[in-house]
């Protein structure tokens, strides 16, 4: 009966290849609801969080000797519908996609090189949260709920969205090499190159002293894929002018982006501050004013709030979040009246402004995060006839991640 058992669950469960590479599935589902007000339209959506989407992934590793391993990581995204690519007339937008598929090789004392698709060195690097908070919110509001919406000129619907708005300032993943130094006095160092034209550098740290912790990094990221080349990145790069008909090119740029978060343990005050600084080359001349076809553009975003165990379901969260965006949308050409007589005019001053609040409660038997928040979103966009007068984004979410 044993035997009969046992070859039972063999033929019921996950197995291994081999007996010399270990196996785990782990990942998270991370759904919410969200309500949204574009000022003349309101709605309700649900679908998968942006900023930490549902995935599973099946890594492992196998000890070579005293000092090396080898390892492997394969990751996928299922999304239902991605609320950061709703709009005001589509609330579907599911898609699967291979977020990492590497193998390595890991030294104790050399460090560790893997190869394949995965994050650049700078991949992250401005979400840092001790709070734990970037599954529920960051700065990255480009995959907010409701980025996709477009910004209302009187009734009319805009191009402008909060994803153009808040560009891309994060590194994603692409085909690369990369190296990561051994921890170092609470330092790494990691470096990546890739599809040809990609490189970035990144020094992290994370420490604590007297009962404060801290967490944070720097990296500098370069990207030099010719414009015309319809890369993985294009979602977060410049379209140049001669690009504004819709063809799918994109500019070169470089970029400083960096994050820190401090919180004081005993009390669990916590804040977390990032910021972007990103300029473009292959600029294509001088417009009228002045203005040239790619401006830089700078970011910032700060959280703060208090972290504790006041039930016994686990740690409660309360914090607040403000940010700022400057440069996004400057240069180039844009339907801004949403009348669609006009047709793109060129932006010469933008800047953005968000500010919310929310709270998390974590579940520590179930592995799970519930949370609520609410955010406000408003865009500045100055044209040659002067200034365009868009209606602000408000949103309410709620939903939960569950771990596995």
């Known amino acids: 009966d044993l035997e009969e058992r046992v070859a039972e669950l063999e033929a019921t469960t996950a197995r291994k290849g081999n007996r010399k590479v270990s ?42 000797n005293a000092d090396w391993l080898a390892g492997y990581l394969i990751e996928i995204e299922a999304v239902t519908a991605q609320v950061s690519g709703n709009t005001a007339v589509n609330d579907d937008a599911s898609a699967m996609n291979i977020r990492h598929s590497y193998w390595y090789l890991q030294s104790k004392t050399l460090g560790k090189l893997s190869v394949g698709q995965q994050s650049h060195a700078t991949d992250d690097i401005v979400l840092y949260s001790l709070a734990g908070l970037g599954p529920m919110t960051g700065p990255n509001h480009n995959v907010a709920p409701g980025a996709g919406i477009g910004m209302r000129n009187g009734v009319n619907t805009t191009a402008i969205t909060v994803a153009s708005v808040w560009e891309f300032i994060d590194s994603d993943r692409a085909n690369l090499v990369r190296y990561d130094s051994p921890a170092l ?47 993985p990145n294009i979602g977060f790069q410049r379209l140049a002018a001669n690009c504004d008909s819709g063809v799918a090119c994109q500019a070169d740029f470089d970029d400083i982006r960096g994050s820190i978060s401090v919180m004081h343990t005993p009390s669990g005050l916590f804040m977390d501050f990032a910021a972007v600084q990103r300029s473009y080359d292959s600029a294509t001349g001088v417009l009228a004013g002045g203005v040239t076809s790619k401006e830089d ?86 044209v040659a006839a002067g200034r365009v007068p868009l209606g602000d984004l408000d949103t309410v979410y709620a939903g939960g991640r569950i771990s596995f």
């Open 23 to 64: 196996l785990t599935v782990s990942g998270w589902v991370n759904e919410l609801v969200y309500y949204w007000d574009d000022g003349v339209e309101s709605n309700v959506y649900q679908g998968t969080s942006g900023y930490a989407s549902t995935r599973f992934r099946f890594d492992g590793k196998a000890k070579i």
């Open 297 to 382: 553009m700078f970011f910032w975003a700060a959280k703060a709030g208090i972290q504790q165990k006041w039930t016994a379901l686990g740690k409660t969260t309360i914090f607040g979040e403000y940010g700022e965006v400057d440069g996004a949308l400057t240069g180039r050409a844009i339907d801004v009246d949403g009348a669609g007589a006009g047709g793109a005019v060129r932006i010469f001053s933008d800047e953005g402004t968000t500010y919310g609040f929310g709270v998390v409660q974590a579940i520590d038997a179930a592995a799970m995060e519930l949370y609520l928040g609410y955010r406000h979103f408003e865009v500045d966009v100055g």
């Open 185 to 231: 006095a609470g330092f790494t160092l990691s470096t990546s190159w890739g599809e040809d034209d990609m490189w970035d550098v990144a020094l992290r740290y994370a420490g604590e002293f007297n009962g404060i912790k801290i967490a944070g990094g720097i990296g500098y990221h370069e990207e030099r894929d010719a414009t015309g080349d319809a890369g």
